[in-house]
């Protein structure tokens, strides 16, 4: 097979990235490959806790593409067995165990979803239940033996909870035992992860040694933050960009984010080249740049890196008809009402949004308008009575019609 030159590949793996480690040896295994024309396999653990992924796990996975498109093997390792022990890391107290039946079901989303992204005609899938779930107390042991109590509390998220004296069970040392045993069976030359997976791809490495094996090279990259631009992108902190939310929802909340995030959210959530990135570093330090045009070219990016730019620009047409010019649109979805109903359960049930709590929180925040009138109260009713329109937040609407 035929690669591009060390030089050029590396200029693709290094942008974007936090770390490489060790440097030098991803550059030999790169040269050895395009000697031998044989592809390196990368190597990205996915932990299916959750089923939901966002632009936050774009990152990694956009990481792995690259690879994929530079002609090298990606293998994606659905933690099934992992799931069921729970990932520490970044956590300040145990993380709740899945049923393997439960990881199975959610890894299969997973993988659903994160088609947008890689080729999965060119990806291979393991899940490490095929080779963890045989493994004897022996082997735990073994495996166990290869790395001290003291090491395990050189991690920050350990060491945090045992000085807080927030209990850390045996169970969480194993896992980056377990996620090493998968580099182990991999025979992986690179491992990839975001900035709080370090310690365990660095086991990884640890565990190949010991194994005999040419140890994996690892490649860091930042966590993404959220629309707040506060804390990292999560579902659970309700800043997250849903990788199969809608292109207007995209572009909407991509204009959300705070003004000192548009740099990073080109480089990590647009994945720009660095033609673009040059153009946008020197638009920021102009003081006559305004930074929403900034941020529209930002959310324009996006929208197009996972439709194309045709339904970007749908996108930005579709925003600026909403909120721009304050319009109602003409598709929206129905719910037919007969008699009256608390407004929390019509939204609930209406599938606008996902909970009663939530839609009671967009009460309290004043994000919730019947008929362009304000609802402020959590016990509002809501009657039937010819054709009404409820809008919540900036982006949803609902016509509410008489049965």
């Known amino acids: 097979m035929s690669f591009l030159s060390v030089k050029e590949q590396m200029d693709v793996i290094s942008r974007g990235v936090e770390e490489i480690i060790p440097e030098g040896e991803l550059i030999s295994k790169l040269e050895s490959s395009k000697k031998s024309g044989i592809p390196l396999t990368v190597k990205l653990g996915c932990d299916p806790s959750r089923p939901d992924l966002h632009i936050g796990h774009g990152v990694v996975l956009r990481k792995m593409r690259h690879f994929q498109d530079l002609g090298h093997q990606a293998v994606l390792v659905i933690g099934d067995f992992t799931a069921m022990i729970g990932d520490p890391s970044g956590r300040i107290k145990t993380r709740p165990q899945l049923t393997l039946e439960e990881a199975k079901a959610n890894a299969e989303s997973y993988v659903e979803q994160s088609k947008v992204i890689l080729d999965i005609n060119k990806l291979k899938i393991l899940y490490n239940s095929d080779w963890l779930n045989s493994m004897n107390f022996s082997d735990v042991i073994r495996l166990a033996g290869t790395t001290t109590v003291a090491r395990m509390l050189e991690r920050d998220d350990f060491t945090k909870r045992y000085k807080a004296e927030i209990p850390i069970s045996l169970h969480e040392f194993l896992y980056p035992l377990a996620q090493g045993q998968d580099s182990v069976e991999l025979n992986a030359d690179i491992e990839l992860g975001g900035t709080d997976q ?20 690892i490649i860091t990259l930042p966590l993404l933050e959220g ?8 579902k659970s902190y309700n800043n997250d960009i849903g990788l199969q939310d809608k292109p207007e929802d995209i572009y909407g909340k991509t204009l959300s984010i705070k003004d000192e995030m548009i740099e990073k959210w080109f480089i990590l959530a647009a994945d720009a080249n660095e033609e ?12 006559s740049v305004n930074p929403m045009d900034l941020k529209k070219q930002l959310a324009r990016s996006v929208v197009t890196l996972y439709y194309d730019i045709e339904i970007a620009k749908e996108a930005e047409a579709h925003f600026n008809n909403l909120v721009v010019k304050k319009g109602i649109p003409d598709d929206m979805p129905d719910f037919v009402l007969d008699g009256e109903k608390l407004l929390v359960d019509l939204i609930a049930e209406s599938g606008i949004l996902n909970s009663k709590s939530e839609a009671r929180r967009m009460i309290t925040q004043g994000a919730v308008r019947l008929d362009g009138a304000l609802v402020d109260d959590i016990n509002a009713m809501v009657y039937s009575g010819g054709e009404q329109v409820l809008k919540v937040g900036k982006r949803r609407f609902l016509r509410i019609v008489e049965k």
């Open 198 to 217: 370090k310690f365990n791809l660095l086991v990884g490495r640890n565990l190949q040694k010991e194994a005999g094996q040419d140890p994996q090279c």
């Open 276 to 287: 673009t990135l040059d153009s946008i570093e020197s638009q920021i330090k102009d003081p």
């Open 227 to 234: 629309t707040d631009g506060k804390e990292k992108m999560s």
